[in-house]
């Protein structure tokens, strides 16, 4: 009898576990579940204005103007038109349009004139700066010393003020340089930003010193081990800084409005802000166009952005 009772106990244990197990399973799941739902609700959320830009890129000018032409309406005087009634938001276009392209594309060089404003005034920002940083990231990693320790926190602490804070300060050394309304007033700046030396440096600190040490020990000089070590192992790193330094100059504003006087070396970023009511509809086509760099970039290196960011070892297995 003592060993059915205790079988029984046991049984009844075992029943009682595997109950518990499957309600933190079920409940574990309708977590997941909600987390899901909610996660989706707010990515969806966040890409309406995307989607709304994208979809009415294809309508007409005709029917853009009557769903939106109310917020762009002036009084007499200038003055902005009260809305009373709701703005009509369509996101599937009655009739597929493909007008606004065509006047972007082949009617208005203007609008691809400033598109590779852009492309000029960003593309040598990202490559030098990834060169200015990978060299002084180097340079800090390899030689440390109180000084420099003082130079890093020095030239770091810039990433603490906004570009506003600045904009004063580079405008007077840019109009003493006589660069101003020049490509070279938004370059060097950008090109010196303190943002890519600081997460390379902390990234490339990761980095055993014991590599390196045995690298040395094998024969290999300063420039191989920052070329063959280095380098390779910061991929991530640069695909991060390549990508976060593109799309924050590819969508500035304040910097060409105020070192740049002529209105024709202004980006598009510049030149959307001022579409007027007529237009409307070609600012669709426009943002969209302009949305294709930051978003093909983004997508194609996703992979090294979230690497270069979360990493916390210094090799991988």
């Known amino acids: 009898m003592s060993k059915k009772n205790h079988t029984a106990n046991e049984e009844k244990i ?8 499957a309600r933190r399973l079920r409940a574990e799941k309708v977590r997941l579940v909600l987390i899901t739902v909610f996660a989706a609700f707010f ?8 989607v709304l830009t994208l979809a009415n890129s294809f309508m007409s000018s005709s029917e853009i103007l009557a769903n939106y032409g109310k917020i762009f309406s002036t009084t007499s005087t200038g003055g902005k038109v009260y809305i009373a009634e709701k703005v009509n938001l369509k996101f599937i276009p009655d009739m597929v349009s493909f007008s606004q392209y065509v006047t972007v594309l082949f009617k208005s060089p203007e609008y691809l004139l400033k598109f590779w404003n852009s492309v000029i005034l960003v593309v040598p920002i990202v490559g030098f700066q990834l060169l200015v940083a990978s060299l002084a990231a ?3 990693t390899r030689y440390r010393g109180r000084f420099k320790e003082v130079i890093f926190f020095l030239y770091t602490i810039l990433m603490l003020m906004p570009y506003q804070v600045t904009l004063v300060p580079n405008y007077l050394v840019s109009g003493w340089l006589h660069i101003l309304n020049t490509n070279w007033a938004i370059w060097l700046p950008g090109i010196f930003s303190p943002f890519g030396v600081f997460l390379l ?8 010193v014991s590599v390196m040490e045995a690298a040395k020990i094998d024969g290999a000089g ?3 081990i920052f070329s063959r070590i280095c380098m390779p192992l910061c991929k991530g790193a640069l695909y991060s800084i390549a990508i976060l330094v593109f799309i924050d100059y590819w969508n500035m504003v304040e910097q060409p409005l105020i070192l740049l006087s002529d209105a024709e070396m202004h980006p598009l970023s510049v030149f959307l802000s001022k579409i007027n009511k007529g237009e409307i509809g070609l600012a669709f086509a426009v943002a969209t166009i302009y949305m294709i760099p930051s978003l093909l970039i983004f997508l194609y290196g996703e992979d090294y952005l979230v690497e270069g960011i979360t990493y916390a070892g210094g090799i991988k297995g």
């Not at 075992?14 to 197990?21: E, I, N």
């Not at 990515?43 to 995307?50: D, E, G, H, S, V």
């Open 43 to 50: 990515a969806i959320l966040f890409l309406l204005p995307t």
């Open 222 to 224: 300063e420039w191989q």
């Open 14 to 21: 075992l029943v009682r576990k595997t109950a518990r197990r």
């Open 201 to 208: 440096t902390k990234f490339m600190r990761r980095i055993p």
């Open 138 to 140: 180097y340079s800090f």
